[in-house]
């Protein structure tokens, strides 16, 4: 009798764990949430004079194209991926003269600054779901432009 | 008592009685200020037909908020700025269904107007009233929403830069750029002129 | 003319600019004669402009532009005090509304505590604050779920340097 009660409570410890470890394995997926955010310069040469830039992606291509911009070519300039706990923000320098912070709002949104020398220039708050992406863009010198991508990939 | 006293004493009592219901005073109201109304939505849209009906929405307007006037400015003034948010949207949904790309509005504010000459005559003192209010009316329907809106908001309506930002929702800057180039392109247009014989 | 000088003398003329900068203006309109060239060409336009709108006069009579406000002012007010004949549907509707909204609430939170960490497809209301005068355009394309926002501000140099394409890095 006290086998079968110990073999059962056996099991049971087991279940919970398992139970347990599933909730917790879910729970630190949803506490986290994955970012990807690129610095794009957009201008009508075909090259970049700097060889480290290149070419952005054909899926961001795409999506920059279906966008009413005129630039002929799209160069990456620096792609960073970051992670941003519930609730938590994150501060992400895209270039020496600019960057980002990041925070998560309820999980539903973010907000997103604009950082220009050390300073928030411009803020935005709205969903983000995964897939989604949000372009901050500007004019950058000899009719060229700047853009900053920031899409959530987890 | 100087006249304009005595419309405003007046325009405050037709607005208590029309505030309380009594619409032969808002018509008053309506009459007195209705070509004043008009003429900004005209400077604004250049379209006769939607200047119409957006002064009348105006009015329409202005009976349904017209407990919220408490004073603060003169009715008229209050009326203005009715007629000048109806247009201001009118003008948006323009630009939604004309699909305006980045890169026309990029060119808007370009830097033309900085190459213009100066313009040394003085229009009022070339024309007569009548043919410089035509020279003026062709001239406003050249620019472009962007610019005649701020023109007018700022010669019209009065508007500080700071007022004319937070109205057309852009920058202090973007502000004083579209008004330079306005007037820029208003001397070069008012220039235009033939002698007088 | 630079384009800052230009836009400081229409802040000269319009009264905008600071006493201090304004008395800069002032002596640089007694040396300079562009300057007092554009400055002059402001005040004419503006002196052309005065009372313009002043003789722009409603094109309708008074009855008829009044009538068309009246029957407008009327119809909201109808719409507004309208009330709906009672019927059975009626009444059934004043139940079913409030029940199904408790039922839908129900069931949503029912759901929502099935889905921790899941996103749900409902999109709330965009904000956007901007800091000194951005100027900020957005364009919204929902099919392909991607927001641009086009910004005036910083200027030009401020988040790239000159050469972009040798210094962005």
């Not at chain 2, 607005?15 to 309506?30: C, P, S």
């Not at chain 3, 029940?99 to 497809?121: D, K, N, P, T």
Request: with cysteine; charged share 30%; glycine share 6%.
């Amino acid at each position: 009798m006290k086998d079968k009660f110990s073999g059962a409570f056996l099991l049971w410890r087991v279940a919970l764990l398992l139970l347990f470890a599933t909730f917790a394995g879910r729970c630190a997926q949803t506490n986290e949430l994955k970012f990807e955010s690129q610095l794009i310069w957009a201008t009508n040469d075909k090259q970049s004079p700097n060889p480290k830039h290149k070419d952005v992606e054909p899926e961001i291509r795409k999506k920059l194209d279906e966008l009413p911009l005129k630039w002929k070519s799209y160069f990456e300039v620096n792609r960073k991926q970051f992670s941003i706990a519930k609730g938590a923000a994150s501060k992400v320098a895209m270039s020496e003269k600019c960057g980002i912070d990041v925070k998560d709002v309820d999980g539903k949104k973010v907000e997103v600054a604009l950082i220009s020398k050390g300073e928030a220039v411009w803020t935005r708050t709205q969903p983000l779901p995964k897939g989604e992406i949000l372009i901050l863009s500007g004019n950058a010198p000899d009719k060229t432009a700047w853009l900053i991508t920031l899409k959530r990939i987890e | 008592m100087p006249d304009n006293n005595n419309s405003s004493t007046d325009d405050k009592s037709l607005v208590r009685a029309a505030q309380k219901g009594d619409m032969v005073a808002f018509e008053e109201l309506v009459a007195r200020h209705r070509d004043k109304i008009y003429a900004r939505a005209y400077s604004m849209m250049r379209n006769e037909e939607e200047a119409i009906d957006l002064s009348q929405e105006a009015w329409v307007k202005a009976w349904q908020r017209l407990k919220q006037f408490q004073g603060e400015s003169s009715f008229g003034t209050w009326m203005t700025r009715i007629v000048i948010n109806l247009c201001l949207d009118q003008l948006r949904r323009h630009k939604r269904q004309r699909a305006e790309s980045i890169e026309a509005m990029d060119e808007e504010s370009g830097g033309v107007e900085r190459q213009m000459p100066v313009v040394t005559v003085n229009p009022t003192e070339r024309l007569e009233r009548v043919e410089l209010r035509q020279r003026i009316d062709q001239a406003l329907s050249q620019l472009s929403e962007a610019h005649r809106t701020a023109l007018v908001l700022h010669e019209f309506e009065g508007m500080e830069y700071k007022e004319i930002a937070r109205t057309m929702e852009c920058s202090i800057g973007t502000v004083m750029s579209r008004l330079f180039y306005a007037r820029r392109k208003m001397a070069v247009l008012l220039s235009d002129l033939k002698k007088p014989q | 003319m630079k384009q800052e000088l230009q836009l400081k003398l229409q802040a000269y003329v319009d009264g905008e600019l600071p006493d201090h900068e304004a008395g800069e203006v002032s002596e640089l309109l007694a040396q300079d004669t562009e300057v007092r060239g554009l400055v002059s060409e402001l005040k004419n336009t503006r002196a052309a402009l005065a009372g313009f709108e002043a003789d722009i006069k409603l094109p309708e009579n008074r009855e008829f532009y009044w009538s068309k406000i009246e029957r407008e002012i009327q119809r909201f007010e109808k719409a507004e005090t309208a009330v709906s004949p009672v019927s059975i549907f009626a009444a059934w509707r004043r139940f079913l509304i409030p029940a199904s909204a408790i039922a839908a609430l129900v069931m949503g939170v029912l759901m929502v505590g099935r889905q921790v960490g899941h996103e749900g497809a409902h999109r709330g209301p965009e904000t956007e604050t901007t800091f000194a005068d951005s100027g900020a355009f957005t364009y919204r394309d929902y099919a392909s779920g991607m927001t641009l926002v086009w910004l005036s501000y910083p200027a030009e140099n401020d988040l790239l340097e000159t050469n972009p394409g040798n210094r962005l890095d």
